[in-house]
């Protein structure tokens, strides 16, 4: 069964705050993966950190470089953690499940706020109006289609999360 997963990449979607990054560390020590975060690889990329980017240059430009650098990974046998804005590119979360298995990491919006704080929307890529329960309710729709296996993180601790995923595929 595992040896299955180690061939494809496990790719991690969900809100800031859901523990993509951690978990996904997790996972790849526990499956004998290379790890990836893409937040990462966007700020090596465009030689900023997502806020600078956000700042200088607006949410759009985030996202359009976000999916420049998704449409560009071309790894196997990886735990990916994508940045929370992933979703919001078609063409990038095709490219991304043409060689891996989506794992929506889903936390309540009340824990999304408890982990990165109510007016921590710092490095989010969302419209300047836009409040975090509308973001939270846009992206969930968008982490609900992508998913091929969602894992409910709600009073679990990362290591059982990342239990629940290994189970789960």
């Not at 966007?42 to 900023?48: F, K, P, T, V, Y």
């Not at 919006?109 to 989010?124: A, F």
């Not at 992206?139 to 409910?152: E, F, I, M």
Request: hydrophobic share 40%.
């Amino acid at each position: 069964m595992e040896n299955q997963i180690r061939a494809r990449n496990l790719i991690l979607i969900g809100m800031p705050g859901s523990g993509k990054s951690t978990v996904g560390v997790l996972l790849a020590k526990r499956l004998g993966l290379g790890f990836i975060d893409t937040d990462l690889l966007i700020q090596e990329d465009a030689g900023r950190t997502l806020q600078e980017i956000v700042d200088q240059d607006g949410y759009e430009a985030l996202r359009h470089i976000e999916e420049q650098v998704l449409l560009k990974l071309d790894v196997q046998h990886k735990v990916i953690s994508t940045g929370g804005s992933a979703v919001y590119s078609a063409r990038a979360m095709e490219h991304l499940k043409a060689n891996g298995t989506v794992v929506f990491l889903d936390i309540p919006l009340d824990l999304v706020i408890k982990r990165i704080g109510d007016h921590s929307m710092r490095g989010i890529s969302r419209r300047p109006d836009q409040s975090l329960e509308a973001l939270f309710e846009e992206r969930y729709a968008l982490y609900s289609r992508y998913a091929d296996l969602t894992v409910k993180g709600a009073g679990l601790n990362q290591d059982q999360v990342c239990e629940a995923v290994v189970s789960g595929l």
